[in-house]
């Protein structure tokens, strides 16, 4: 499957529909996780702006962003967390 095909199954609406709500629920999951785990271990809220923007535009990526910012300013991190 080369781009020209990949380009014509975005022009059929109902797969650009489908692409659209996949992504868009990934990243409100992704999201919300973020959200809640970051008031579980007491992350600033201006900390997690940064990663909650990625996580809108690149998904999971933004995860990962938040990841590294846990480790280094999160108040209260187990070992096994």
Request: glycine residues 6%; proline residues 2%; contains cysteine.
């Amino acid at each position: 499957m080369g781009l020209n095909q990949l380009s014509e199954l975005f022009e059929k609406e109902s797969f650009l529909i489908l692409f659209w709500i996949h992504f868009i629920s990934i990243n409100l999951f992704c999201g919300s996780w973020i959200v809640r785990d970051s008031q579980k271990y007491s992350v600033s809220k201006i900390l997690i702006s940064i990663p909650l923007i990625v996580t809108y535009f690149v998904g999971p990526f933004g995860i990962v962003l938040y990841w590294f910012e846990r480790i280094f300013f999160a108040k209260k991190i187990g070992l096994y967390d």
